[in-house]
């Protein structure tokens, strides 16, 4: 079993910053791939990023690309996503998930549900 925490979340402006947090306990190491996904009120879950276990290969949904960073440090057991120059259309609850292996993001879409979840935590931007 994996427990998963996610931290970090708030209000904030349009154009500004927050990081997010999840710390991971339990079983980590089976988790090769760590994610974030969010979901806003009224629509579906959406991938937002993936992160490898060595940290070496990452994918991002093209809505935040170039905005968004997605890392972990394995040691703390925590994998992080700073989110920059935020728009009102980020506004979700932001969960996130450990899978077994790395998944990409097309298969994000077309439906795979990692092995484990977070409660979440609300991110507001606000206009």
């Known amino acids: 079993q994996v427990q998963l925490v996610e931290s970090g979340g708030g209000l904030v402006q349009a154009g500004g910053s927050l990081r997010l947090s999840c710390a991971a306990s339990?079983?980590?190491?089976?988790?090769?791939?760590m994610a974030w996904f969010r979901q806003a009120p009224g629509k579906e879950r959406e991938f937002v990023a993936v992160i490898s276990w060595s940290g070496y290969s990452t994918q991002y949904a093209d809505s935040v690309k170039g905005r968004f960073t997605i890392s972990r440090d394995n040691a703390k057991n925590t994998v992080y996503l700073q989110m920059n120059s935020l728009k009102p259309e980020d506004t979700a609850d932001y969960y996130c998930?450990?899978?077994?292996?790395?998944?990409?993001?097309?298969?994000?879409?077309?439906?795979?549900?990692?092995?484990?979840w977070g409660q979440g935590t609300q991110v507001t931007v606000s206009s």
């Open positions: 998930a450990a899978h077994g292996v790395f998944f990409t993001i097309v298969q994000a879409m077309r439906g795979l549900n990692p092995d484990y």
């Open positions: 339990g079983r980590t190491s089976s988790q090769n791939a």
